[in-house]
């Protein structure tokens, strides 16, 4: 790769965004593919550093095939959709050492299928690795990653920025062995199993999208062997700072003449059927808002009934009341979902709050047990025993406790909480 490429620094706001992440996170375990990606890098731009919590946020999926230049369709949404649900089932390996640390990337999904957005929630125990981070973290632009078409890509991007800082803005490397890189990427141990087809599948095209796009240049990538078989890989990068081009700078834009912006409203008449000419003189006569609200009302219409000649119907239209009372319907409805949701997420929130307010009491009901001296918890056992000897308790309760009794587990046991902390609060304990 001797190409060196150009990284274009961006004023756009999106662009802007910066991707901030713990160096745990970066270095999990985990399978993605590149839509599920896409969605969970757009809503990691979202994030701000001084956030206490995460939100609910969603995710436009118009904005998103227009940032990632994706083709815009029905189908392109539908993949998002089922991609970002099937999420919820990516588990992430975050474990060190003898410490199994599992967890997903989002806790919560919903969308309304037919309609270009998701709202998505990321699972609370990832608030350590994106949240008020202080130390051992890496930060990026996502202009940086924007062009980006797989998802081993921005892993390989991740991994190797996570290293720049020891290049001191100079070259840096980094090496994994291939059991290892393939653990990271969540390439199972079976898939892949020649080298070739682990280099010329997965590592050259992500290290060619991070040469190509992104604002670093990948120097040299050698293959290391163990004896015959090749072992590990190593790559060397090095930052683009000498070809970066800033265009706020006057001397790289002075002889580049910015295209003309075409208003949303003319552009949305070309895009529906009518000439330049055409879409200017109605949206002189008939104002912006009221033609986009007209597009939008005979796009919709066009759903449930055939129409021959839909500009010759969207003039008519723009005539009569241009789809108002259409839009005022359409407004209406989505306040009805935005509250629904609302009160939904209310009652998930407040669920979520009661097991979590549950789960510490039962924590330090138990707790308070164990710190008890030998022969006052044998007296609160067999308190326990007749407590549920006189309720309605099954001989399958019964069995259950003087198991658990025998190991030590009496209290610990879920289906006698109830019993237990009745018990305990009987006995002045709790």
Known sequence: MNDEGVFMASTKDRELEIIKKDN??????????????????????????????????????????????????????????????????????????????????????????GEASILIRFDKALKPYLLNLQNNFTTYELAAVMNFKTSYGIRFYEFLKMRQNMGKGGQFYIQYSLLELKEKLGI?????????????????????????????????TDYIKKGRAIHAVKIVAEPKKQRMLAIQDPENI????????????????????????????????????KVLTAIAYVT??????????????????MKGDGGEQWAKEQQEAQDVRKKRLFEEREQANAEAERVERERAEIKQ????????????????????????????????????FHKARTKGEAHRVPMLYAHFKRVMREHGFI
């Not at 979202?46 to 083709?71: G, H, P, Q």
């Not at 059927?273 to 109605?282: Q, T, V, Y």
């Not at 919709?300 to 239209?317: F, G």
């Open 254 to 289: 002075r002889d580049i003449t910015p295209p003309e912006v075409i208003p949303k409203a003319v552009q949305a008449l070309i895009d529906f059927g009518f000439s330049e000419p055409e879409s200017r003189a109605l949206v002189r006569e008939h104002k912006s808002k």
């Open 24 to 113: 745990r996170l970066i270095e999990a375990n985990y399978k993605i593919t590149t839509n599920q990606w896409r969605v969970i890098i757009s809503l990691l731009g979202k994030i701000r550093t001084d956030d206490k919590d995460f939100e609910d946020y969603t995710v436009n999926l118009a904005e998103l095939a227009e940032f990632f230049k994706v083709t815009k369709s029905r189908s392109f949404y539908a993949e998002v959709q089922q991609a970002t649900r099937d999420l919820m089932d990516t588990t992430i390996d975050i474990s060190m050492g003898k410490r199994r640390r599992y967890t997903h990337f989002v806790s919560f999904v919903e969308y309304v299928e």
């Open 300 to 317: 919709d219409k066009k759903k449930t009934e055939a129409i021959k000649n839909q500009c010759l119907y969207l003039r008519r239209v």
């Open 365 to 400: 009901v138990q707790a308070t047990f164990e710190a008890l001296e030998a022969d006052e918890q044998e007296a609160l056992l067999d308190a326990f025993l007749d407590e549920l000897e006189a309720s309605d308790a099954n001989a399958f309760m019964l069995d259950r």
């Open 188 to 220: 199972s141990p079976d898939e892949y199993r020649y080298t070739k087809d682990l280099r010329v599948r997965v590592i050259e095209p992500a290290l060619k999208e991070i040469h190509e796009y992104s604002d670093l240049q990948i120097v040299q």
